[in-house]
């Protein structure tokens, strides 16, 4: 075991390492062969080599209990101490070999895992062992250091917040620079170095909440790595309470916990016992109320209905809570998060905001997000990273005032002419307006803060001229959206005349027959060959070395005329001479004179032949042996054992087992000429049976098939009755059912979006229909292809894009690309530029490195690449918009509307839905609950069945001490409301500001509730509140004007406690929140007959 820990710390790659450790074990077995032979001559040597070898001390053990067997003492506890001969060693004596020898290579291992701990820890110089400070301990120095007066300068101090002076530092990043090794550049092979952070520097407070942003790419994950100490900076240095990370690892990991962005749980632990194993981790910490405890932890992330349930069975967004609660459960000071509400539903993502902030008045929190709403309600200070590099740092008051904007306005139009007409109605009112365009449709309007007055002036003129600009929707985004654009370099996403003409290569002639199957054969070679280049010291281990050396093993150990006589001598006393073959056969000794004698009287009559070498006297045919009348008898280190073949039972145990497994493998191919016939009985006539077929079967038979051929005329996929069960948790054998009886067809050029709470089945319904997961029960068809009964026609006209992406880490994206469209037949001129078009249309052509090293983000996006290349009928699109940055977003909407456009059938899941941006794209809705399609139908008509009114969103701006207290104090249970208001959980005793603060956010929430009759509390939170303002009749209907201008009111009104306010259309995510807090009301609304209701 030791020597497998050794093993895995010479080779990063497992399977190097498998076989670097196969070659180490083997390499010993060799030399302790040589050792064997050669341990009476060099005895000092030889005993010192039993603290190195392996089987050394294995050899010594045996070798002395084997002699006593043969005298007839044994092995006792009376005799362990005792010699016996000169060339043996007591039982004692070689228990002490195997543990020095034990803690020899446990030592060694230690030693190698901390000079070379792999991908992920920081690295000890080699000389470390020979370093007093290492030995000796000696107080911690906490130091906190100030950067050179040269690296502010070079920074804009505009976007830079002067830091507090008395604030109590708890992180310290200090001009930390990551570089990675990589391969490619674009298209190319060239390698190339990665800069993944560029002299980052910034501080993290105690007591507050840093968010980093950035998109895809830009070094988040890294950095976060770094911090936890997961990997070394190539320079610079983080500083963690005043800790070096570099040089105290351990004492670091006490204070810290890291949430990695992909999931680590044991597969055979249910989910309490995953948490409770975490907890249990954490050493020297006692049980104090700056945490949660476990059962709350469960209750707050929804994970009590399924704590015995293994994760294995369990959805990414459950996943996810299951991992934020095992970082949660160890209580560390500071928490480095990563992602963490990435695939999580709107209604946990909003418990998991409360309980961080109640964490973040003892602890230090550092995380990341690709949402904007997260890091505008949870964030103290927002740092942006771009390209590795740190473009800001600051409170989101702070950047808001610095750029100076305090909206964005999206505005969707039907017509993409009315376009310039639209902006110069805008633009007359706020002239000057910074706006882009994302595409023909879709124009998005910056508005500024000094502007306010004039707000609603404009939405009163874009609601009096709607129907003469067109305008389909219009939606009021946060600053932050604004702050995000600021420092993101802006994708290209306008829809041109070029950028279409460019997906005409698509269209290009294809290699079919004969010259397709060729061109697959030297593609898979070559892809095989490229393989073998990059990883050719594996390669040479596996593929050379491992088959050489095991021939050379069996070789030396079989071949008898290799064999050394040396290593089958019998033991001798050290004064006599060394003794030859020819006198070690006349001179066995007592034991196997003995041995001789008994074979003699158990088969009278035979002879009994000493020769100079037993094996060549019966291969000679001149020596008159035969099988029948000769027993044979072998000298050995081990044992002595005549044997007769006339005797089966007196055979080697080694013999009857290699044999059983020689007629075990050639048994069964003698058995083809075994014939079987069936032979029909009939109870009335048994001497001529007769079967009749009946016609009626034949006619039933030809029906079903003209059915099938007439149901695929319209729909692209047909899915029926899909089932999938799952064993409930280790104490029941009752089956869950994850996806129960759902149905429904998709056709061409159509986008189906299928959405829901997490664990709904949403992801195991597309895994199922991609074939990637075996269905319980149901079928599904692709082009009239049946999914098992034409399995590989069905495979061959799917794709699937999810977060694994499918695609090979030792290639780059392009070559990835590359090698797709040629095994789709395109010619490798053609899909070079294929290639190049695709990841530029999604923005990855500036990705240098090999796949492997890419982030979340970007392997979803060159997934979906894939997707583009590959031009399939029915394309499956796994959570699309998870961890993307904002900017992308766009992009990848670009994509799945182009593979709509192709013509293909796009199926898309997600727990939430980015509508402004996928609106053009979607063209129907299905919403899933507990395993069913609860409702399905045209996008436009399942928007105006649930998603009417609007959503008023408020920041607030103070987190008091009373609230949070409440907050606690709150039962844990599914039910739980920051609204509550029970007089038993009373919190301690706070200040009068403290509860005056708390009494002004009730009163603001009262008149909200009282100027707008129509609405509702929908949610509360720590820092957020959401309302629900429902549609009235046509005659009372609101403007947005009017409605913004209330709600501007009411924040000047209660300008020290509310922050910022936003009124925006209802969207899908907004539904599922209040489905969340309330039953849905019943009402008697008119139903499109398109739309299925559950």
């Known amino acids: 075991m030791s020597l497998s820990f050794i093993t895995t710390a010479i080779s990063q790659d497992f399977h190097h390492a498998d076989c670097v450790g196969f070659m180490l074990y083997m390499s010993t077995f060799i030399l302790d062969c040589l050792w064997y032979s050669y341990k009476r001559t060099y005895k000092f040597f030889a005993y010192l080599a039993c603290i190195i070898l392996p089987h050394a001390p294995v050899y010594l053990f045996w070798d002395e209990v084997l002699y006593l067997e043969s005298i007839g003492v044994g092995s006792r506890f009376r005799n362990v101490y005792s010699r016996h001969s000169d060339n043996l060693q007591p039982v004692a004596t070689v228990w002490v070999f195997f543990y020095i020898h034990l803690a020899f290579i446990t030592s060694l291992a230690w030693y190698l895992d901390l000079v070379r701990p792999g991908p992920f820890g920081v690295s000890k110089r080699w000389n470390f062992l020979f370093k007093r400070s290492y030995w000796f301990s000696h107080k911690i120095k906490r130091r906190i250091v100030t950067l050179p007066e040269t690296y502010l300068a070079k920074r804009d101090e505009k976007y830079f917040e002067k830091l507090p002076q008395h604030g109590a530092i708890s992180i310290q990043i200090y001009n930390v620079s990551k570089v990675f090794k990589g391969k490619g550049s674009e298209l190319s092979t060239v390698t190339a170095d990665v800069t993944a952070l560029d002299s980052v520097s910034f501080d993290c407070y105690q007591g507050e909440i840093t968010l980093v942003l950035g998109d895809n790419g830009a070094g988040k994950t890294t950095l976060m790595h770094i911090v936890a100490g997961m990997i070394g900076p190539t320079c610079g240095a983080v500083f963690v309470n005043g800790i070096n990370v570099a040089h105290r690892i351990m004492e670091h990991h006490e204070d810290l916990a890291l949430c990695m962005q992909d999931n680590i749980y044991f597969n055979f632990l249910t989910v309490r016992e995953n948490i409770s194993f975490y907890k249990k981790l954490q050493r020297n910490k006692q049980d104090d109320d700056s945490g949660f405890t476990l059962h709350q932890i469960m209750k707050k992330l929804k994970l009590y209905d399924v704590a015995d349930n293994y994760c294995s069975q369990l959805s990414s967004g459950t996943l996810r809570c299951v991992q934020v609660a095992c970082v949660l459960a160890v209580s560390p000071d500071v928490l480095v998060l990563d992602e963490p509400t990435t695939g999580m539903d709107i209604d946990v993502k909003h418990r998991l905001w409360d309980m961080l902030f109640v964490l973040r008045s003892k602890k230090t929190i550092i995380m990341t997000t690709s949402c904007l709403e997260e890091a505008y309600a949870l964030g103290d200070r927002i740092v942006i990273l771009q390209n590795g590099a740190l473009k800001c740092h600051g409170s989101p008051t702070f950047l808001k005032d610095a750029i100076g904007m305090s909206f964005s306005l999206s505005i969707t139009i039907k017509d993409g002419t009315q376009m310039m007409k639209l902006k110069e109605t805008v633009e007359g009112i706020i002239p000057n307006l910074r706006c882009r365009i994302e595409d023909m449709r879709n124009v998005v309007f910056s508005l500024p803060t000094k502007e306010t007055q004039n707000f609603p002036k404009v939405f009163r003129t874009l609601e009096e001229k709607k129907e003469d600009l067109g305008i389909q929707l219009v939606d009021v985004g946060m600053f932050m959206e604004e702050v995000f654009m600021e420092f993101i370099e802006k994708p290209d996403v306008r829809y041109s005349g070029v950028a279409d003409k460019s997906y005409m290569i698509f269209r290009a002639a294809k290699l079919e027959g004969i010259h397709l199957l060729w061109s697959r054969i030297k593609l898979l070679h070559q892809r095989t060959y490229d393989y073998l280049v990059m990883k050719k010291i594996q390669f040479l281990s596996i593929r050379v070395l491992v088959p050489t050396l095991c021939l050379i093993i069996m070789t030396v150990t079989?071949?008898?005329?290799?064999?050394?006589?040396?290593?089958?001598?019998?033991?001798?006393?050290?004064?006599?001479?060394?003794?030859?073959?020819?006198?070690?056969?006349?001179?066995?000794?007592?034991?196997?004179?003995?041995?001789?004698?008994?074979?003699?009287?158990?088969?009278?009559?035979?002879?009994?032949?000493?020769?100079?070498?037993?094996?060549?006297?019966?291969?000679?045919?001149?020596?008159?042996?035969?099988?029948?009348?000769?027993?044979?008898?072998?000298?050995?280190?081990?044992?002595?054992?005549?044997?007769?073949?006339?005797?089966?039972?007196?055979?080697?145990?080694?013999?009857?087992?290699?044999?059983?497994?020689?007629?075990?493998?050639?048994?069964?191919?003698?058995?083809?000429?075994?014939?079987?016939?069936?032979?029909?009985?009939?109870?009335?006539?048994?001497?001529?049976?007769?079967?009749?077929?009946?016609?009626?079967?034949?006619?039933?038979?030809?029906?079903?098939?003209?059915?099938?051929?007439?149901?695929?005329?319209?729909?692209?996929?047909?899915?029926?009755?899909?089932?999938?069960?799952?064993?409930?948790?280790?104490?029941?054998?009752?089956?869950?059912?994850?996806?129960?009886?759902?149905?429904?067809?998709?056709?061409?050029?159509?986008?189906?979006?299928?959405?829901?709470?997490?664990?709904?089945?949403?992801?195991?319904?597309?895994?199922?229909?991609?074939?990637?997961?075996?269905?319980?029960?149901?079928?599904?068809?692709?082009?009239?292809?049946?999914?098992?009964?034409?399995?590989?026609?069905?495979?061959?006209?799917?794709?699937?894009?999810?977060?694994?992406?499918?695609?090979?880490?030792?290639?780059?994206?392009?070559?990835?690309?590359?090698?797709?469209?040629?095994?789709?037949?395109?010619?490798?001129?053609?899909?070079?530029?294929?290639?190049?078009?695709?990841?530029?249309?999604?923005?990855?052509?500036?990705?240098?490195?090999?796949?492997?090293?890419?982030?979340?983000?970007?392997?979803?996006?060159?997934?979906?690449?894939?997707?583009?290349?590959?031009?399939?009928?029915?394309?499956?699109?796994?959570?699309?918009?998870?961890?993307?940055?904002?900017?992308?977003?766009?992009?990848?909407?670009?994509?799945?509307?182009?593979?709509?456009?192709?013509?293909?059938?796009?199926?898309?899941?997600?727990?939430?839905?980015?509508?402004?941006?996928?609106?053009?794209?979607?063209?129907?809705?299905?919403?899933?609950?507990?395993?069913?399609?609860?409702?399905?139908?045209?996008?436009?008509?399942?928007?105006?069945?649930?998603?009417?009114?609007?959503?008023?969103?408020?920041?607030?701006?103070?987190?008091?001490?009373?609230?949070?207290?409440?907050?606690?104090?709150?039962?844990?249970?599914?039910?739980m409301s920051a609204t509550s208001t029970s007089s038993n959980d009373e919190p301690a005793i706070h200040t009068d500001k403290s509860v005056m603060i708390a009494s002004n956010i009730s009163d603001f929430k009262k008149d909200f509730l009282k100027e707008f009759p129509t609405s509702q509390q929908t949610g509360e939170h720590l820092s957020m509140l959401y309302f629900a303002i429902h549609d009235e009749s046509e005659q009372k209907k609101q403007l947005y004007s009017d409605m913004f201008a209330k709600l501007q009111e009411l924040q000047e009104k209660y300008d020290d406690v509310v922050e910022d306010c936003y009124l925006n259309a209802t969207t899908i995510e907004d539904v599922f929140l209040r489905l969340q807090t309330q039953k849905a009301p019943q009402t008697d609304r008119h139903r499109s007959s398109s739309i299925v209701i559950d």
Request: aromatic share 10%; charged share 20%; with cysteine.
């Open 558 to 975: 079989s071949n008898y005329s290799l064999r050394s006589t040396k290593l089958f001598t019998h033991h001798v006393s050290g004064e006599d001479e060394k003794l030859g073959l020819n006198k070690l056969v006349y001179n066995v000794g007592p034991f196997r004179r003995q041995g001789l004698y008994n074979g003699a009287e158990k088969y009278p009559g035979l002879k009994l032949v000493y020769a100079l070498d037993i094996d060549q006297e019966f291969q000679n045919p001149k020596s008159g042996f035969s099988a029948k009348d000769v027993a044979g008898f072998k000298v050995t280190d081990r044992f002595s054992k005549i044997f007769h073949p006339r005797d089966l039972k007196s055979t080697s145990k080694s013999v009857n087992m290699f044999s059983n497994i020689y007629m075990s493998m050639f048994l069964p191919n003698m058995t083809h000429g075994i014939r079987t016939s069936y032979k029909p009985i009939l109870r009335n006539n048994t001497k001529k049976p007769k079967i009749n077929v009946p016609k009626s079967i034949f006619l039933c038979m030809k029906w079903s098939v003209w059915v099938s051929i007439c149901k695929f005329e319209d729909d692209l996929l047909l899915v029926n009755n899909v089932h999938k069960e799952y064993f409930r948790h280790v104490h029941r054998w009752a089956p869950r059912n994850g996806v129960k009886g759902v149905t429904f067809g998709v056709k061409q050029e159509q986008c189906l979006a299928i959405l829901g709470y997490q664990a709904t089945g949403k992801s195991s319904l597309l895994n199922m229909l991609a074939g990637n997961l075996v269905m319980s029960k149901g079928s599904a068809y692709v082009a009239g292809y049946h999914i098992r009964k034409n399995r590989i026609k069905y495979l061959h006209n799917i794709s699937l894009s999810s977060a694994s992406g499918g695609m090979d880490g030792f290639m780059t994206g392009a070559q990835n690309l590359i090698f797709i469209a040629q095994m789709r037949g395109f010619e490798s001129r053609i899909a070079y530029k294929i290639a190049y078009v695709t990841l530029r249309y999604l923005g990855i052509h500036g990705l240098q490195g090999l796949v492997e090293h890419y982030s979340a983000g970007c392997l979803r996006r060159l997934s979906l690449c894939g997707s583009l290349v590959k031009g399939p009928a029915v394309v499956f699109v796994d959570e699309p918009m998870r961890g993307i940055d904002p900017t992308s977003k766009v992009l990848v909407a670009k994509a799945l509307r182009r593979l709509v456009l192709q013509p293909a059938a796009v199926i898309v899941a997600e727990t939430s839905v980015a509508w402004r941006i996928l609106q053009p794209v979607i063209t129907r809705i299905a919403i899933m609950s507990k395993g069913q399609l609860a409702l399905i139908g045209p996008a436009q008509e399942v928007l105006e069945s649930i998603a009417t009114g609007y959503t008023v969103r408020i920041k607030l701006k103070t987190m008091t001490a009373y609230r949070s207290d409440r907050y606690r104090a709150l039962p844990s249970d599914d039910e």
